[in-house]
């Protein structure tokens, strides 16, 4: 939530994007689950989110990963629709989604270069 609002500026009316804040804040939530279980799973860390769902589901970690992967992918896909009303709303939701994910892909702190061998710009 606390990095969903600020995400659209004033000028954007707050009833053309309400609707989707909580798919946003899925989103931001699982896509930082996603994207730091390298990190986490590395070190032997145990306590996160996709560790949890292979448990409470019985799947493998990696399942849990794609599966968790694959609904916020649907989160952003569905704010996105929820948003297409309003040119500047979308614009916003959409820099929003794609920034937080290159933040994570760029950040130091989730290793993800280990992962793939290209570089950020
Ligand atoms: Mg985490």
Known sequence: MVYVLPAFPPEVPLKSYIQAIPELINCCNYVNDVLSFYKEEIVGEQANFVTNMANCHRI?????????????????LRAMKIVSG?????????????????FHLASPRYKLTELFKYQIE
């Open 60 to 76: 493998s970690k990696i399942d849990a990963l794609r599966r968790l992967a694959e609904d916020t992918a649907a989160d952003a």
């Open 86 to 102: 309003h040119p500047g709303a979308y614009k916003a939701a959409q820099a929003f989604v794609q920034g937080y994910i290159v």
